[in-house]
């Protein structure tokens, strides 16, 4: 090859060279371009930035406290001077709050809900206290900064019941509202719902929550509008209005089921079988006696209380031993000239302010009533329901609300109220379903907090019985 064509190859090679590096250049300048578009556009559409303003409103004097980020103890809420007081002039006691507070309430501050977190977007989580007072930390609450794309917020429910009524239309394209609760358990809930999670405390002393699997509760979720979805070891459960879903303490999850609570514990006496006897410390019941004369004998301190086997009240005159099922019996006979009270009784001491709907029911039977009629003040009722409550503050007086079922010979007058005692009268030696909604009594209305329920026969003698007791709340 001639030393020309050597150079003219040369000069060639080294064109296609020069071509190679400039277009790899350009591409490389083309990619950190498009890289550093990228970037910016995903700055702008994902970059977050912490939301200000959410309010914790106290609407008691004590019993709520806050601990605020960066603050090594928590403190009481009191009322900031009137220039600084965000609620100037309102009953509620207010403060500011933000990511990375904790906010805690104590079972002295009272019944219902005792406090409210009211954020930005108009969405309150309303707090109670009892029975063992509740926590819940604020995590995260963002949005994005540059655009309407995101709202995110993140809880941590610790203890206690907690009622979320989350706002509905929001500016937002995505919306999430995420509560982390017991544990492993995390609940997205939808804008424009109204949900309630409990976490309960078991504290010494008191008989533990117990879920549907008969297992102590870890953690339940219910659902009055809207929809809740359980992300729960890898699964999720959609949880609709009007269900409710629980965790108890071995993992087990139960539902979603009706969103129902049954106050009362062994309603239908199965429990007798396996204690043979209720006594002092039953988490169920307990019985009782009262003489109600001076100086009663002990042969007329013959009032006792036993549960029996026989046919269900809808068929009472035809059942086979398979089908009978356990009826409480409260008896005393002997032809006494005086009166003695013989009852059970069983400790509720639960906060029923969630609940717009309180039916109590039950099953009863009068066979033996030696005096006619009611008597004077319910003293010679054979089945008398006595429950104990307070209005709305762990400071009011214990008041009480009686029905007394009685028969006699004359015909049956139905129902009448005097005083605290509603009476109604009922035929003899027939069953009658006693059914009640208690919100629409006159007395129980509104009341928050429901302490006992005693069942007791008085008089002189008498037999009278009850079964299949219920006392179920809805929200």
């Known amino acids: 090859m001639t030393q020309t064509a050597r150079s003219s190859a040369e000069r060639l090679q080294q064109q296609r060279i020069a071509w190679v590096w ?13 890289m550093l578009g990228y970037g910016a556009w995903n700055y702008y559409t994902t970059a977050t930035t912490v939301i200000d303003g959410a309010l914790l409103r106290s609407h008691v004097n004590a019993g709520v406290i806050v601990q605020l980020r960066g603050r090594l103890n928590a ?48 969405t309150q989580i309303d707090f109670w206290a009892h029975p063992g007072g509740a926590e819940l930390a604020l995590v995260s609450y963002r949005s994005t900064r540059w655009n309407a794309a995101r709202l995110e917020l993140l809880l941590r429910q610790n203890a206690g019941y907690v009622r979320y009524d ?67 070891r890898g699964e999720q459960f959609a949880v609709r209005p009007g269900q409710l879903l629980q965790v108890d303490d071995q993992g087990l999850l139960h539902g979603p089921d009706e969103a129902r609570w049954e106050l009362i514990r062994d309603g239908r006496f199965t429990r007798y079988q396996e204690q043979h006897e209720y006594g002092e410390g039953s988490e169920t019941w307990r019985k009782l006696w009262t003489p109600n004369a001076p100086g009663m004998t002990a042969e007329e301190q013959n009032g006792r209380f036993v549960v029996v086997r026989a046919c269900r009240p809808e068929t009472p005159d035809l059942c086979t031993p398979d089908n009978q099922v356990a009826i409480g019996q409260f008896r005393r006979d002997g032809q006494q000239t005086r009166p003695f009270t013989t009852g059970i009784e069983q400790t509720i001491d639960t906060d029923v302010s969630e609940f717009t709907s309180l039916r109590m029911s039950a099953w009863v039977r009068v066979l033996t009533q030696t005096v ?60 009658y379903r006693l059914n009640v909604e208690l919100r629409d009594d006159s007395l129980l209305r509104q009341a928050r907090y429901l302490q006992l329920i005693r069942i007791e026969a008085r008089g002189h003698d008498y037999l009278s019985e009850i079964t299949e007791i219920s006392l179920v709340g809805r929200q």
């Open 75 to 122: 403190e009481s809420i009191e009322r900031l001077p009137p220039e600084r007081d965000p609620c100037p002039g309102e009953r509620d006691i207010c403060t500011p709050v933000g990511e990375g507070s904790v906010i805690r309430t104590k079972a002295e501050a009272g019944y219902g809900p005792v406090a409210s977190l009211v954020l930005v977007d108009r």
């Open 372 to 431: 006619q009629l009611a008597g004077v003040a319910g003293s010679e009722c054979p089945i008398m329901v006595q429950l104990v409550y307070k209005p709305t503050s762990p400071t009011d007086q214990q008041l009480n609300r009686y029905f007394c079922i009685y028969t006699g010979a004359d015909s049956v007058a139905g129902s009448e109220d005097v005083g605290e005692i509603r009476y109604r009268q009922v035929p003899p030696f027939q069953w």
């Open 22 to 34: 400039m277009l790899a250049f350009f591409g490389l300048f083309c990619a950190l371009v498009g």
């Open 166 to 232: 989350l706002a509905s239309g929001q500016p937002y394209e995505q919306v999430a509202y995420v509560v982390e609760a017991g544990d492993g358990v995390r609940v997205s809930l939808n804008p424009g719902g109204s949900y309630s999670i409990n976490v309960p405390v078991n504290e010494p002393g008191r008989p533990p929550a117990i879920a549907a699997t008969g297992n102590p509760l870890r953690v339940e979720i219910a659902t009055r509008a809207g929809n809740a979805i359980i992300d729960y």
